[in-house]
């Protein structure tokens, strides 16, 4: 089997692009890095990863300034997450949002706990001063110190908006996404997903070279439509994607026509995509060189796009990070098919 050192070629650290949403990419992200810190092989070991994070989730409530998937990526790779939830700080308080409720001031179903606000004060305070998202991402990363370069997919503000067809009469109704996902847990069926001012924003910097500088880009296993779908939505990305030398290889988030986790078949379902690993694969079809699916599904038709089988559950450290280690050897199958072609 090759290793990941002829994918870069020897005496260079590989380099490790991914694109990742919150708790699913979150989780496989912390896999990779156990991978890559436990390899033999000193290109693994010594890895270079870059994370290129969504922010169409962002939303701004009481006035702050909340990032929840790359908040998600930092908490879990820097050790402060809330491991039961997946999201949040461990040991967390909610003294403020007792406080917010005492008061009638909502939301009520987005709570945010107290060491978490300080997270979002000091992005707050410093977007205020003139600082961009990329430049506070990386500031907070001082502190939690992650093991990546966690980078905004855009520092423009980019917001996912959905369309409901529970107003009067019928007639659509738009929310936040978060409305959606955390009040409604996606109960009421989506009729359009729009990521409002993706169209319009530029890659933050550092995200193309990212992408076109790499040995490998990954695809965890995070949701295709708000999370992986709106990254690709930013100008230029997917046409990074495409042209980048490096094997994109990707994690499927469906088994056996569920999602891995949280309420995936209800994005798809709103842009008309069918919840299995072969149609998640069919959105990512012009750049996707390989796809881990689970036992029992059906691969894609697709010639040339390496498929292989392997446990998909992230359900121990071990577990994930044998995930990754798949992953990252695809690619190397791949790098050695496309020199012996």
Same mark, same amino acid.
């Given at each position: 089997?090759?290793?990941?050192?002829?994918?870069?070629?020897?005496?260079?650290?590989?380099?490790?692009?991914?694109?990742?949403?919150?708790?699913?990419?979150?989780?496989?992200?912390?896999?990779?890095?156990?991978?890559?810190?436990?390899?033999?092989?000193?290109?693994?070991?010594?890895?270079?990863?870059?994370?290129?994070?969504?922010?169409?989730?962002?939303?701004?409530?009481?006035?702050?300034?909340?990032?929840?998937?790359?908040?998600?990526?930092?908490?879990?790779?820097?050790?402060?997450?809330?491991?039961?939830?997946?999201?949040?700080?461990?040991?967390?308080?909610?003294?403020?949002?007792?406080?917010?409720?005492?008061?009638?001031?909502?939301?009520?179903?987005?709570?945010?706990?107290?060491?978490?606000?300080?997270?979002?004060?000091?992005?707050?305070?410093?977007?205020?001063?003139?600082?961009?998202?990329?430049?506070?991402?990386?500031?907070?990363?001082?502190?939690?110190?992650?093991?990546?370069?966690?980078?905004?997919?855009?520092?423009?503000?980019?917001?996912?908006?959905?369309?409901?067809?529970?107003?009067?009469?019928?007639?659509?109704?738009?929310?936040?996404?978060?409305?959606?996902?955390?009040?409604?847990? @996606?109960?009421?069926?989506?009729?359009?997903?729009?990521?409002?001012? *993706? /169209?319009? =924003?530029?890659? !933050?910097?550092?995200? %193309? #070279?990212?992408?076109?500088?790499?040995?490998?880009?990954?695809?965890?296993?995070?949701?295709?439509?708000?999370?992986?779908?709106?990254?690709?939505?930013?100008?230029?990305?997917?046409?990074?994607?495409?042209?980048?030398?490096?094997?994109?290889?990707?994690?499927?988030?469906?088994?056996?026509?569920?999602?891995?986790?949280?309420?995936?078949?209800?994005?798809?379902?709103?842009?008309?995509?069918?919840?299995?690993?072969?149609?998640?694969?069919?959105?990512?079809?012009?750049?996707?060189?390989?796809?881990?699916?689970?036992?029992?599904?059906?691969?894609?038709?697709?010639?040339?796009? @390496?498929?292989?089988?392997?446990?998909?559950?992230?359900?121990?450290? *071990? /577990?994930? =990070?044998?995930? !990754?280690?798949?992953? %990252? #050897?695809?690619?190397?199958?791949?790098?050695?098919?496309?020199?012996?072609?």
């Amino acid at each position: 089997m090759s290793t990941v050192s002829d994918v870069n070629g020897p005496g260079r650290p590989l380099r490790i692009t991914a694109l990742a949403g919150g708790v699913g990419g979150a989780r496989f992200l912390r896999g990779l890095l156990a991978h890559l810190a436990a390899s033999p092989d000193p290109a693994r070991r010594e890895a270079v990863v870059t994370v290129v994070g969504n922010t169409a989730d962002d939303v701004t409530f009481h006035g702050l300034r909340i990032s929840p998937d790359l908040d998600s990526v930092m908490y879990t790779l820097g050790g402060g997450i809330d491991e039961e939830r997946g999201w949040g700080r461990a040991q967390e308080t909610s003294g403020v949002a007792a406080e917010l409720a005492a008061y009638g001031a909502g939301p009520s179903w987005f709570t945010l706990g107290d060491k978490d606000i300080a997270t979002h004060l000091v992005r707050t305070r410093m977007l205020a001063e003139g600082a961009t998202l990329s430049e506070v991402t990386a500031h907070l990363c001082e502190r939690w110190r992650p093991g990546v370069r966690l980078l905004p997919m855009t520092d423009d503000v980019v917001q996912t908006h959905v369309d409901l067809a529970d107003g009067p009469g019928g007639a659509l109704r738009r929310v936040h996404f978060q409305e959606w996902w955390v009040r409604l847990h @996606a109960a009421v069926p989506a009729v359009r997903i729009e990521a409002v001012g *993706a /169209a319009a =924003a530029t890659p !933050a910097p550092g995200v %193309l #070279d990212a992408l076109g500088g790499a040995d490998v880009v990954v695809l965890p296993p995070s949701n295709p439509v708000v999370s992986i779908g709106t990254v690709l939505q930013v100008p230029g990305v997917r046409q990074a994607l495409v042209e980048t030398a490096a094997p994109v290889v990707g994690v499927s988030p469906v088994i056996a026509g569920a999602p891995v986790r949280g309420m995936a078949d209800a994005c798809l379902s709103a842009i008309g995509v069918p919840t299995t690993a072969a149609a998640v694969a069919g959105l990512y079809a012009d750049f996707l060189d390989g796809w881990l699916i689970a036992e029992g599904d059906e691969a894609p038709d697709r010639p040339g796009l @390496a498929v292989r089988r392997r446990p998909l559950l992230m359900s121990s450290p *071990a /577990a994930t =990070a044998d995930l !990754a280690g798949a992953a %990252l #050897d695809l690619a190397g199958e791949i790098t050695d098919r496309e020199r012996a072609a």
